[in-house]
């Protein structure tokens, strides 16, 4: 600060000499904002000169013009013309409605006089069809070519002026023609030239349900009510021009006198036929329009406004709240042939007048944003560019312009100057307002003057904070200082982590939900905290925030980070998921320069940039941008120039000085916000005819959709007739019983395909430009048809014809079944008796089997028997022993073989054999051949089981020489004898044969698969024979031989 110390005298003795008082008035805000567009050939109309207007009951624009009618939705444009829809004429000069949705064209004659010929169309609005008037009312109680003046008077009735005799009709759907009034005392028909009556223009003038019907002055005038017919002349007058009616709805008129025909005078009709000027005539703001002379006028059917033309000056228009200049004459080419000819308001407030030129559209409002401190309100600084604000509950506003201090409250307005400095930020501290540019002051409000504060010099001041009592933050180019009021010294803060990147351009503080404070700089967000009575900084770590130019932000109670940037727009952050979201000009924004952000109370941000002032709501994402058409002093602002009331009242500063708005101003009554949604176009495919089609027409008519099954989409286009100058509106739609939510769109159109069968409904409904849903929404039936075969009387058709099918198939297949089943019990009958038959043979073939079978093995036994004889017979003959014993061993086998054949013919049924009853008859019989001393006993373990006769006997042969070794060898040196034999199954056709006994055993040597003994070989053998395999254990003398039956052997053969 040493450096700055010799700059910062001299600085402050210049401040104390040009510290300045002033006070003064200031000039009063605008109090309307006039909003105004031409409509003429460059925006579809059929020529410049529009004669007459109205608007229809579904809320369209009609215009009369000279070379057609014109239908106007505020985008686009649909003519009517003589060749294209068979109307009697192109230049339509009066138009009328009625309350049925007709529309009454009358005809001009032809040249440039502006007359009306007589001729008279009907047309309806919505099926656009083309009638006379004589052919729509072929009981019309006058004359089509006898009409010279149809217009409507604010009701829903049609005025119609017929000629001789001069008689007012009224109509209506309701009621039909009725005779008003009949005008007795004017000129006969032969001493009145045509032109006179049949002229348009000022002439007459109907509104509020009146009529005033006029020819000449010279003739009786006559206001013609429901009630009451009030007749007046004015002979002396030159030229009277009817102006509305007041609140009191009395006759107001404007005239002039031949003796001073620069004056005009506004008079007032009484209910006797006087006319007063004796009025105060400010209260109605009527003095404006005395002492000049009007060329035109044009009034309204409301009665509530006029139009007046000075072809020297300009163009002007009263209503009973203000007089207000509309056009000047520098604004308007060849303002000097413009022609006025009609005036008409819609029901959206606004004007709509028909001239030469065009039609004007003008839109009257109260500016609701108030200016403080522009270039018009004060000439003390002429660069009137706005920084820092203040304002509280009292009226009291100040601000820093440009090297200007300024305080405006109560209507008056001082200042103080500083020409070395410009000045940036003001706040209000400790009770007191401090202003900031390069050094700090204090403002004194009572003496008018700013007192720089030493040690306070630095870089630029943008923005300062209140921190409690005592500290004041000083958000600067470079860092963040801090002020003690109480102790009058400067401190900074300190860096978390000390090496941290410093703060660049602080353009505000702002606390979020959790109460902590953050600091807006330009390269990035810092949070501020106390630590043991010392404040310190931190930025925010985000590769995201820091890669932006921050101008300024804002966090929601929700938690969530609005972000104005310097060239992106704004972004909406979400520090929970750390997710951006970005709208910029694409989303609806003037620009993506955007400087300040203040939030109302409506969740609505509003944002001031350098192309105007933006509304943005947080729930819908919409935008809404004002300018200097709305009132606003300039459409560019500033940086770090906004400030929010404790009334909630909003302030931002800009190139020319300040403005004030009221956010609730700005939110539209829904309930009073219903400005019509209409159907513009509607094609449909038709798939029968491969083809797109308009079916408009069809659609107003019925109010409905009905799309076939081959009919794949359609197409509709709709608008909201607000017609607001931006027409930037936004729409939605809703399939009921299709879409769950409704779906949000800019466009005025959509195009549906894909939908199911069935019954649904169609909602559309439109925003305006501020953000207001109009109450009038769409709401079409939509049906979709389902093919023949979908529907119910088909389905049921084939549910009857299905039924009726399986009822004959089945009666036929009972029948079927009856006649098969007696077929069936006649070749059952006949197959039993064969089969009995069969059955009978087979079993006496069995028993013939079984008893040779029996007798077979019978004969063989007998047989082996015999063989047994001889071979004893022979043994008895012989000497040498071997040969008898190898006799007397052949005799045994061949008697053990016939024991089985004789064992086995005792079987009934040999096709099986039962095994236990075979192996202990088997044991028997071997027993009773070798009877000895010794007691033999034998343990048998043969489950119930049946085995085939090809596997039994070698079975029992191989368990004959088995028993028989075991009678002839083994029990010779024992004292009893034991045999244990046991039949295992080991799975299906296959079996285990264990055999044993406690004799010696063969000898440990002996090899049982090459032995050379009969018995052992047979052994072998046999066991090949019925698959199996001869298995010895010593230790346990115990033979084990495995086997299958005869099935098993056929399939792995």
């Not at 069809?129 to 217009?151: C, G, H, M, Q």
């Not at 310097?566 to 620009?591: D, H, M, V």
Request: glycine share 6%.
């Amino acid at each position: 600060m040493i450096r700055f110390f010799p700059f910062s005298c001299i600085l402050t003795l210049l401040l104390i000499h040009s510290f300045t008082v002033a006070a003064q008035k200031i000039p009063n805000n605008p109090s309307y904002i006039i909003s105004k567009r031409f409509l003429s050939i460059e925006d579809g109309l059929a020529s410049h000169e529009v004669f007459c207007g109205l608007q229809d009951n579904a809320g369209f624009m009609w215009f009369g013009t000279r070379n057609g009618l014109n239908r106007y939705d505020g985008e686009n444009t649909l003519l009517f013309t003589r060749q294209r829809n068979n109307l009697q004429s192109n230049k339509a000069v009066q138009l009328a409605k009625d309350d049925a949705g007709n529309l009454f064209i009358e005809y001009g004659s032809n040249g440039f006089q502006l007359t009306t010929n007589g001729t008279v169309d009907v047309l309806n609005t919505v099926t656009q069809e083309v009638r006379t008037l004589t052919a729509a009312f072929p009981n019309l109680p006058f004359k089509e070519r006898d009409v010279y003046w149809i217009s409507n008077d604010g009701t829903n009735e049609v005025n119609f002026l017929t000629a001789w005799p001069f008689r007012l009709w009224k109509y209506s759907s309701k009621k039909g023609f009725t005779l008003r009034y009949e005008i007795k005392d004017w000129t006969p028909h032969d001493s009145l030239a045509v032109s006179q009556f049949r002229s348009t223009g000022t002439l007459c003038m109907f509104a509020k349900g009146k009529a005033l019907l006029k020819l000449n002055n010279q003739l009786p005038q006559y206001l013609i009510s429901n009630d009451k017919v009030i007749s007046f002349t004015q002979k002396d007058v030159l030229r009277s021009l009817p102006i509305g009616f007041n609140e009191q709805d009395e006759l107001l008129l404007t005239y002039n006198f031949a003796s001073n025909s620069d004056h005009f005078l506004v008079g007032k009709l009484t209910p006797d036929g006087q006319i007063t000027t004796h009025e105060n005539w400010e209260k109605n703001n009527l003095d404006n329009l005395q002492n000049r002379y009007w060329y035109q006028s044009a009034s309204a059917e409301n009665g509530k406004a006029c139009a007046f033309y000075i072809g020297i000056d300009a163009l002007y228009l009263w209503d009973q709240n203000a007089f207000l200049k509309i056009i000047d004459r520098s604004e308007l080419k060849a303002f000097e042939g413009l022609f006025l000819y009609r005036l008409f308001p819609d029901r959206q407030g606004n004007l709509w007048l028909c001239t030469s030129h065009g039609a004007l559209q003008l839109k009257i409002e109260r500016n609701r944003f108030k200016q403080y401190f522009t270039s018009r309100q004060q000439s003390i600084q002429r660069n009137s560019q706005a920084r820092g604000i203040y304002a509280d509950n009292t009226g009291r506003v100040a601000a820093n312009i440009w090297q200007h201090t300024f305080l405006q409250q109560q209507g008056n307005m001082q200042y103080v100057l500083n020409e070395n400095e410009i000045k940036y930020a003001i706040v209000k501290h400790d009770a007191k307002l401090y202003s900031g540019g390069y050094n700090l002051y204090s403002y004194n409000e009572k003496n008018n003057s700013l007192q720089p504060i030493p040690g306070g010099l630095g870089t630029e001041i943008w923005s300062m904070y209140s921190f409690n009592d005592s500290l004041l933050l000083l958000g600067r180019s470079n860092g963040i200082s801090i002020y003690n009021s109480r102790s009058k010294k400067f401190d900074s803060l300190s860096y978390t982590p000390p090496n941290h990147d410093e703060a660049k351009f602080i353009y505000r503080f702002f606390k979020d939900h959790t109460d902590s404070l953050w600091a807006v700089a330009e390269n990035g967000l810092f949070t501020i905290t106390s630590r043991n009575g010392k404040l310190f900084i931190a930025k925010t770590q985000s590769t995201f925030i820091n890669g932006l130019s921050l101008l300024d932000a804002f966090a929601d109670a929700e938690g969530k980070f609005w972000l104005a940037t310097n060239g992106e727009g704004l972004y909406l952050w979400n520090r929970k998921t750390n997710t951006f979201q970005q709208f910029n000009i694409t989303a609806g924004l003037p620009s993506d320069v955007l400087y300040r952000i203040e939030p109302d109370v409506y969740d609505n941000l509003w944002i001031s940039s350098d192309n105007g002032l933006i509304r943005f709501n947080k729930r819908t994402f919409t935008a809404a941008t004002y300018t200097s058409t709305d009132g606003i002093s300039h459409n560019e602002f500033n940086r770090a120039s906004s400030f929010k009331a404790a009334d909630d009242r909003l302030f931002f500063g800009g190139i020319d000085g300040i403005n004030e708005l009221n956010p609730k101003d700005f939110i539209k009554d829904s309930s009073s916000f219903n400005v019509p949604l209409r159907i513009i176009a509607f094609n449909q495919y038709i798939g029968a005819k491969n083809e797109l089609i308009n079916k408009t027409t069809e659609l107003l008519n019925t109010s409905t959709i009905t799309l076939a099954p081959n009919d794949r989409f359609f197409t509709l286009e709709f608008k909201l007739l607000d017609f607001s100058k931006t027409d930037i509106h936004h729409y939605a739609y809703q399939i009921e019983g299709v879409d769950k939510s409704w779906n949000y769109i800019n466009d005025n159109s959509i195009r549906i395909s894909g939908l199911p069968y069935g019954e649904f409904t169609l909602h559309i409904k439109a925003q305006n430009s501020e953000g207001a849903w109009s109450k009038s929404e769409l709401t079409i039936p939509l049906f979709v048809l389902r093919p023949f075969y979908l529907k119910w009387w088909f389905i049921t058709i084939l549910v009857l014809l299905f039924i009726a099918t399986i009822y004959r198939v089945i009666t036929w297949r009972t029948r079927k079944l009856a006649l098969d089943k007696i077929a069936l019990e006649h070749t059952v009958n006949e197959r039993t008796a064969l089969l009995k038959k069969a059955l009978s043979e087979q079993e006496t073939l069995l028993s013939e089997k079984d008893v040779l079978m029996k007798e077979i093995h019978h004969r063989v036994k007998n047989n082996l028997q015999v063989i047994s004889g001889l071979l004893e017979l022979q043994s008895r003959n012989l000497h040498d022993e071997a040969a008898k014993i190898a006799l007397m061993e052949g005799r045994n086998r061949v008697r053990s073989i016939a024991l089985i054949h004789q064992n086995l013919y005792q079987f009934e049924n040999l096709s099986a054999i039962e095994l236990s009853r075979f192996v202990k008859d088997l044991y028997k019989q071997v027993e009773a051949l070798y009877k000895k001393q010794q007691e033999v006993s034998i343990d048998i373990e043969v489950p119930k089981l049946y085995l085939d006769i090809d596997s039994v006997v070698p079975l029992g042969l191989i368990m004959n020489e088995l028993l028989s070794n075991s009678f002839k060898y083994a029990f010779n040196e024992a004292a009893y004898g034991k045999i244990h034999l046991k039949i295992n199954v080991v799975a299906a056709g296959k079996y285990q044969l264990v055999y044993s006994d406690n004799g010696p055993g063969l000898p440990v040597s002996f090899n049982l698969h090459k032995a050379t003994t009969l018995g052992i070989q047979l052994i072998n053998d046999l066991s090949r024979q019925i698959g199996g395999n001869v298995q010895y254990e010593n230790k346990t003398a115990q033979y084990t031989i495995n086997f299958t039956n005869r099935d098993l052997r056929k399939n792995e053969d």
